[in-house]
């Protein structure tokens, strides 16, 4: 079993549609991580967290540290939101450890 | 300052050529990471640096990888005897403190050096 899930792995949906992605996590942590990545680009850092919830135009994560658990959602989907989106642990035992989920590739449609 | 810079963007050699990428973090960031990824995966750690000091290596690093901060700014990371599976792309990040600072450790990546190897 992986220390950090994501579902789903592969999301297709419509524009304008209100997108959610999970990340469940099995270890300790002192914050996370969603980051974004394009087809062939580099990782953008899109929030850390470590309790409660965060927003950013109309990218919204929350996390439930109780629970393990964490989702990004997006409201007003756009086909330029179409990317690989990545939950990532800080594990709570290590200054530099990242734990990284697999990724949920997301397409938006027109 | 215009973010994490990575060079190469992209670099094409045969396997047994030695390859060297560089990282040039955040001007006031203390830390910096190499990560590696392949296709269809999460980016793997391969090692860290706080200043110039290489704290953490990951036993995926094997003695063909070295990695420097020789003065705490820029890193290089090379690649001897380069093998098929090497390729991958190689992500550079940096962040300003410790984990334990939430409110001010958030990596920031470069756009990554993607390796090719023949």
């Known amino acids: 079993k992986n220390e950090v899930e994501q579902s789903p792995q592969n999301l297709t949906a419509q524009e304008g549609e209100f997108i959610t992605i999970n990340c469940s996590y099995s270890v300790g942590i002192s914050a996370l991580h969603w980051l974004q990545q394009h087809p062939g680009g580099g990782i953008v850092s899109l929030f850390m967290l470590s309790s409660g919830k965060k927003k950013h135009g109309r990218l919204i994560a929350t996390i439930n540290i109780q629970e393990k658990h964490s989702s990004l959602h997006i409201t007003a989907s756009h086909p330029r939101d179409s990317a690989v989106y990545i939950c990532a642990v800080r594990w709570r035992d290590s200054n530099y450890q990242l734990i990284w989920g697999a990724g949920t590739k997301l397409i938006i449609k027109p | 300052d215009t973010g994490v810079s990575q060079n190469p963007r992209h670099k094409i050699t045969k396997r047994g050529q030695n390859v060297t990428f560089r990282c040039d973090p955040i001007s006031e960031h203390n830390r910096l990471y190499w990560y590696r990824q392949t296709l269809g995966q999460g980016p793997e750690f391969l090692t860290y640096?706080?200043?110039?000091?290489?704290?953490?290596k990951s036993r995926l690093l094997s003695d063909r990888f070295s990695a420097e901060r020789p003065k705490g700014s820029f890193s290089t990371l090379e690649i001897q005897r380069t093998e098929q599976g090497d390729s991958a792309m190689y992500l550079c990040?940096?962040?300003?403190?410790?984990?334990?600072?939430?409110?001010?450790?958030?990596?920031?990546f470069g756009e990554g050096s993607r390796l090719t190897v023949l």
């Open positions: 640096f706080q200043n110039e000091a290489q704290l953490e």
């Open positions: 990040a940096s962040s300003l403190a410790p984990f334990d600072r939430v409110n001010t450790g958030e990596l920031f």
